[in-house]
């Protein structure tokens, strides 16, 4: 039976998504398990499944996957809205596959709650039936939750007992890339293809009377020539194999296509290509990113812009302070699949950062805090919600003080990673040295070098660590003023704070014109500043030149002793004459 219900249609997606989604997982399979000479030295990149392919097909064993089809126009945590899936099994190389909406799963006998941000947009619907199936990818982790879209899956009798070999999630960029790959299909009259797929099936998904049952039914009808089109244009096409497993490789490595597998030795093959969304160990602690959950905001991740800068803050000390800005732009208008736009927020830091000011619109006026615990137990997660119109922009502000210190030429890793089906994340990061700190670091797509600071602009569409390393300041403090301040005391003032290590060695004060030394009392260091208390006063009614000498020069920024002792000339009486 199938009922239309206005706040729940806006969530769901066509039913062709769903099929037309299982057919291109079933030419993914087809690619990963066919063999031959010719189809071997075709598949490029897809090689590297050769040794597991008989396997995979079902050969001695039968094997079954999960297929999750996504929508990316409604981003989750990981990929997008489960809006349908296929159950495929492969015995002896034949394909069986099976389309079902995510609607059309049971929800659990007994209602189980859902993430707080979802209870707290859907718990007042009349429809809402607490954590269910479709909504299962709530957590950053795409392990996490292709084992809870089994486990919901499950609760439906008719799954109960199937025990899948693998689960795969690919959201519609994906099959918009693949559909290009084959040189599109035909449709009702046009060329389907990725740059018309959504607003397609958008229209075929809607074009029919809700009311009536008979028009849910056939809505699927076309299926049969799109899916015999479909395969016949790959068979009658071996010479774009080549692209189309180029396209799968390159969704998978920037994040639409995500595996996983039961058999050990598969999954870690994909998760060496970082196509399971998992992070190794060293990744993990260094993580630094964010997750945004569309919860309410129809298609609306299609019509967002996001921008994400973050300036960091080295003291003398290698401590590190971080103001981050968050930047999203609703660029649609009020349509069909653009309206008010309404997303969790997640910011994941290194274990330790510490949230210590926060500034925006934020939903509810609720500020950002600490989950606990994490989604990601080697990182802290701070969480905030928001909402956003069409045309509307919203900057966040929020700062994070950090118990890791730099060390001089030791590497300090930041593993930036983006979400994945977000196509990407463009990032600028800037490190601001206190004094003359030097900094270098790695992996950006763009530098820029300034003194003290450095600018990096990466456009992510794949994992990548980054690492700052603070490196040795060779550049001496200079000497910005230097006076009597009185007839026993001298005040010197540097360009940089200096180092106590100048105390360890003897600071000399010599009458210029004699070359008699001046007794010094004692030599106070604070910050940029040097007061030199003298035994006895001198003259300072009449001009008279004074040679300061200190043996070892140094700042706290790293910098060796200059070779030639710092030397300068003090006057007793201001003159204009050069020393």
């Given at each position: 039976?199938f009922?239309?219900?206005?706040?729940?249609?806006?969530?769901?997606f066509?039913?062709?998504?769903?099929?037309?989604?299982?057919?291109?997982?079933?030419?993914?399979?087809?690619?990963?398990?066919?063999?031959?000479?010719?189809?071997?030295?075709?598949?490029?990149?897809?090689?590297?499944?050769?040794?597991?392919?008989?396997?995979?097909?079902?050969?001695?064993?039968?094997?079954?996957?999960?297929?999750?089809?996504?929508?990316?126009?409604?981003?989750?945590?990981?990929?997008?809205?489960?809006?349908?899936?296929?159950?495929?099994?492969?015995?002896?190389?034949?394909?069986?596959?099976?389309?079902?909406?995510?609607?059309?799963?049971?929800?659990?006998?007994?209602?189980?709650?859902?993430?707080?941000?979802?209870?707290?947009?859907?718990?007042?619907?009349?429809?809402?039936?607490?954590?269910?199936?479709?909504?299962?990818?709530?957590?950053?982790?795409?392990?996490?939750?292709?084992?809870?879209?089994?486990?919901?899956l499950?609760?439906?009798?008719?799954?109960?007992?199937?025990?899948?070999?693998?689960?795969?999630?690919?959201?519609?960029?994906?099959?918009?890339?693949?559909?290009?790959?084959?040189?599109?299909?035909?449709?009702?009259?046009?060329?389907?293809?990725?740059?018309?797929?959504?607003?397609?099936?958008?229209?075929?998904?809607?074009?029919?009377?809700?009311h009536?049952?008979?028009?849910?039914e056939?809505r699927?009808?076309?299926l049969?020539?799109?899916?015999e089109?479909?395969?016949?244009?790959?068979?009658?096409?071996?010479?774009?194999?080549?692209?189309?497993?180029?396209?799968?490789?390159?969704?998978?490595?920037?994040?639409?296509?995500?595996?996983?597998?039961?058999?050990?030795?598969?999954?870690?093959?994909?998760?060496?290509?970082?196509?399971?969304?998992?992070?190794?160990?060293?990744?993990?602690?260094?993580?630094?990113?964010?997750n945004?959950?569309n919860?309410?905001?129809?298609?609306?991740d299609?019509?967002?812009?996001?921008?994400?800068?973050?300036?960091l803050?080295?003291?003398?000390?290698?401590?590190?302070?971080?103001?981050?800005?968050i930047?999203?732009?609703?660029?649609?208008?009020?349509?069909?699949?653009?309206?008010?736009?309404f997303?969790?927020?997640?910011?994941?830091?290194?274990?330790?950062?510490?949230?210590?000011?926060?500034?925006?619109?934020?939903?509810?006026k609720?500020?950002?805090?600490?989950?606990?615990p994490?989604?990601?137990?080697?990182?802290?997660?701070?969480?905030?919600?928001?909402?956003?119109?069409?045309?509307?922009?919203?900057?966040?502000?929020?700062?994070?003080?950090?118990?890791?210190?730099?060390?001089?030429?030791?590497?300090?890793p930041?593993?930036?990673?983006?979400?994945?089906?977000?196509?990407?994340?463009?990032?600028d990061?800037?490190?601001?040295g206190?004094?003359?700190?030097?900094?270098?670091?790695?992996?950006?797509?763009?530098?820029?070098?300034?003194?003290?600071?450095?600018?990096?602009?990466?456009?992510?569409?794949?994992?990548?660590?980054?690492?700052?390393?603070?490196?040795?300041?060779?550049?001496?403090?200079?000497l910005?003023?230097?006076?009597?301040?009185?007839d026993s005391?001298?005040?010197?003032?540097?360009?940089e704070?200096?180092?106590?290590?100048?105390?360890?060695?003897?600071?000399?004060?010599?009458?210029?014109?004699?070359?008699?030394?001046?007794?010094?009392?004692?030599?106070?260091?604070?910050?940029?500043?040097?007061?030199?208390?003298?035994?006895?006063?001198?003259?300072?009614s009449?001009k008279?030149?004074y040679?300061?000498?200190?043996?070892?020069?140094?700042?706290?920024?790293?910098?060796?002793?200059?070779?030639?002792p710092?030397?300068?000339?003090?006057?007793?009486?201001k003159?204009?004459?050069?020393?």
């Amino acid at each position: 039976m199938f009922f239309f219900h206005p706040k729940k249609s806006r969530f769901s997606f066509s039913p062709l998504f769903v099929k037309i989604g299982g057919i291109f997982l079933a030419l993914l399979f087809f690619f990963f398990i066919a063999g031959g000479a010719f189809l071997y030295y075709s598949l490029g990149d897809l090689r590297f499944l050769a040794s597991h392919s008989l396997s995979m097909a079902g050969f001695g064993e039968k094997k079954t996957y999960l297929v999750l089809l996504h929508n990316d126009g409604e981003l989750r945590a990981t990929l997008g809205f489960i809006s349908g899936f296929a159950v495929v099994t492969m015995s002896n190389g034949k394909p069986y596959i099976a389309f079902y909406d995510s609607y059309d799963v049971a929800p659990p006998r007994e209602m189980i709650p859902a993430p707080a941000p979802m209870e707290h947009i859907f718990a007042k619907d009349e429809k809402y039936q607490g954590w269910v199936f479709r909504d299962t990818n709530f957590s950053p982790s795409f392990q996490e939750n292709a084992a809870l879209a089994v486990r919901f899956l499950q609760y439906d009798e008719r799954f109960k007992n199937i025990a899948f070999d693998g689960i795969v999630g690919i959201d519609t960029h994906a099959i918009g890339a693949i559909l290009d790959g084959v040189g599109g299909i035909p449709f009702q009259g046009k060329t389907l293809t990725a740059e018309n797929f959504f607003e397609t099936l958008e229209f075929s998904s809607k074009n029919f009377d809700h009311h009536d049952e008979v028009e849910w039914e056939q809505r699927k009808s076309p299926l049969k020539s799109i899916a015999e089109n479909l395969i016949s244009a790959v068979i009658k096409t071996p010479s774009q194999w080549g692209n189309i497993a180029a396209s799968v490789v390159h969704e998978a490595d920037t994040k639409h296509i995500l595996f996983s597998w039961t058999e050990k030795e598969l999954h870690q093959i994909f998760a060496d290509r970082q196509w399971t969304g998992e992070m190794t160990a060293d990744q993990a602690k260094a993580f630094w990113g964010i997750n945004s959950v569309n919860i309410g905001g129809r298609k609306g991740d299609r019509y967002i812009t996001k921008n994400f800068a973050s300036s960091l803050f080295i003291d003398a000390s290698g401590g590190i302070t971080e103001t981050f800005r968050i930047s999203f732009t609703h660029e649609g208008t009020r349509t069909l699949n653009s309206d008010e736009y309404f997303a969790d927020m997640r910011i994941f830091r290194p274990k330790g950062a510490v949230l210590t000011n926060a500034k925006g619109d934020f939903f509810e006026k609720k500020l950002p805090k600490a989950e606990e615990p994490s989604s990601l137990p080697e990182s802290n997660e701070y969480s905030f919600f928001f909402g956003l119109s069409p045309g509307e922009q919203k900057t966040f502000t929020l700062s994070f003080s950090y118990p890791q210190r730099l060390q001089y030429n030791t590497p300090f890793p930041l593993f930036l990673s983006p979400q994945s089906g977000s196509g990407g994340e463009n990032w600028d990061i800037v490190l601001r040295g206190e004094g003359d700190l030097k900094f270098i670091m790695d992996g950006c797509d763009e530098t820029k070098k300034r003194e003290n600071i450095f600018l990096c602009h990466r456009a992510s569409t794949t994992g990548k660590m980054l690492n700052i390393t603070m490196i040795s300041d060779t550049t001496p403090p200079l000497l910005e003023s230097g006076q009597f301040q009185n007839d026993s005391t001298v005040l010197l003032y540097f360009s940089e704070k200096l180092s106590p290590h100048i105390l360890e060695s003897p600071i000399s004060l010599t009458d210029k014109e004699t070359g008699e030394a001046v007794p010094i009392k004692s030599v106070m260091i604070d910050g940029k500043s040097v007061t030199i208390h003298l035994s006895s006063p001198v003259d300072i009614s009449v001009k008279k030149f004074y040679t300061l000498r200190i043996p070892e020069l140094r700042d706290l920024f790293g910098n060796e002793p200059v070779k030639v002792p710092f030397e300068t000339t003090l006057a007793t009486k201001k003159t204009d004459e050069p020393l």
